[in-house]
């Protein structure tokens, strides 16, 4: 099974800070990771796609970078409404996909 | 719009069944659908999909031959089969729908909440 592992696990951050949650897969998955954000009590929100693929309607401040099996979720410029949990999933395989355990990010 | 409402939790006691179902609207029903499931407090797991034309499905392990999902695309519909529960199955089971272009899950319902306990 491929792992999935999320750092830090948790930050605080001033309004208008960059942020940047990193996603590490334990084998190759090509560009197949994606990030969602929740917040409490809903359900979660695709933010990005194949890696750096922006879905429509999420703000231009959310981008998607990959390194090897290493990839990082930026947030340019921290908003109120950004607080949430944030999420990496694999879908590698059609056999069966993880999620990171998540990064909690607040405003200090 | 994009629409995905599940219906069926509730409070089942260890070894019991339940049958969650999740209508979707808004879109062709021609998608690969996904359960994924979350303990409360925790983070998110994926627990089965199913392909449109149900010729594929797979699980995670800790599901295997307990769980079994299916679809009727007459009505929209995915359900969850979930029989010999266990108190660590506890969790608010999101239906969702994969992606255009590959199985990350673009839209999610609203979730509902499975609880097992004597």
Redesign the interface.
Known sequence: DIQMTQSPSSLSASVGDRITITCRASQDIANYLAWFQQEPGKAPKLLIYDASTLQSGVPSRFSGRRSGTDFTLTISSLQPEDVATYYCQNYYSALGFTFGPGTKVDIK | EVQLVESGGGLVQPGGSLRLSCVASGFSFTY?M?W?RQAPGK????VA?I?QDES?K?Y?DSVAGRFTISRDNAKKSVFLQMNSLRVEDTAVY?CARA?D???????????TLVTVSS
Request: net charge negative; no cysteine.
């Open positions: 690969w996904s994924v983070g998110l797991e994926w999909n392909k594929e797979y995670v999101y992606g272009y590959g199985h990350y899950f673009d839209s999610w319902g609203q979730g």
